[in-house]
T-cell receptor, first 113, second 112 residues
Framework: GNSVTQMEGPVTLSEEAFLTINCTYT??????LFWYVQYPGEGLQLLLK?????DKGSNKGFEATYRKETTSFHLEKGSVQVSDSAVYFC????????????FGPGTRLSVLP | DTAVSQTPKYLVTQMGNDKSIKCEQN?????MYWYKQDSKKFLKIMFS???????INETVPNRFSPKSPDKAHLNLHINSLELGDSAVYFC???????????FGSGTRLTVV
């Protein structure tokens, strides 16, 4: 079945540091890929998405590129802020094969001032 | 506001009780879901309804029963609550899976 693997956290960075959170997936078809963010005490919010190979999703300074050859969708941000501290979830959806959303285990990011 | 709203936000109850969590979406989405998030933040799907019909029913105890009176509502009823049911429960909805999900803000259930 389909699956999503993320780098283990927690990830702790200083403000203005460069962020990478790795995400790789296993899928039998051509899934859509997503990053969700969960701020403390809140629900998950869609951060960005990409629906086909080589697409780049971007939002709020974050970006991720759908790499079919490496089955990856790594999340990056050039300069993190304290307000980016949250848990980040990578996810995939493969509807034509009846696969529901599959979420990764989440990566906690803490940004220190 | 257009959103997915869940009530209550917090629920503390004793073992053995029966409780319900309500979810409503005004986004016009066809599909609604219930997820359970454990203390390690791992998300596990429980149920999915499309136009009031159950389409996903993962392996959860039959003490959990979803009810969808219409496609804008998906409630979760839990009988005979156990300590292990303590978690955050999220409702979500989607127009189609390529569009992603919209999540509610969660219900933190604590069973004592």
């Amino acid at each position: 079945g389909n699956s999503v693997t993320q780098m283990e956290g927690p990830v702790t960075l200083s403000e203005e540091a460069f962020l990478t959170i790795n995400c790789t997936y296993t899928a039998t078809g051509y899934p859509s890929l997503f990053w969700y963010v969960q701020y403390p005490g809140e629900g998950l919010q869609l951060l960005l998405k990409a629906t086909k190979a080589d697409d780049k999703g971007s939002n709020k300074g974050f970006e991720a590129t759908y790499r079919k050859e490496t089955t990856s969708f790594h999340l990056e941000k050039g300069s993190v802020q304290v307000s980016d501290s949250a848990v980040y979830f990578c996810a995939l959806s493969d509807p034509p094969r009846g696969q529901n959303f599959v979420f990764g285990p989440g990566t906690r990011l803490s940004v220190l001032p | 506001d257009t959103a997915v709203s869940q009530t209550p936000k917090y629920l503390v109850t004793q073992m053995g009780n029966d409780k319900s969590i309500k979810c409503e979406q005004n986004l016009g989405h066809d599909t609604m879901y219930w997820y359970k998030q454990d203390s390690k933040k791992f998300l596990k799907i429980m149920f999915s309804y499309n136009n009031k019909e159950l389409i996903i029913n993962e392996t959860v105890p039959n003490r959990f029963s979803p009810k969808s009176p219409d496609k804008a509502h998906l409630n979760l009823h839990i009988n005979s609550l156990e300590l292990g049911d303590s978690a955050v429960y999220f409702c979500a909805s989607s127009h189609g899976q390529n569009y992603g999900y919209t999540f509610g803000s969660g219900t933190r259930l604590t069973v004592v």
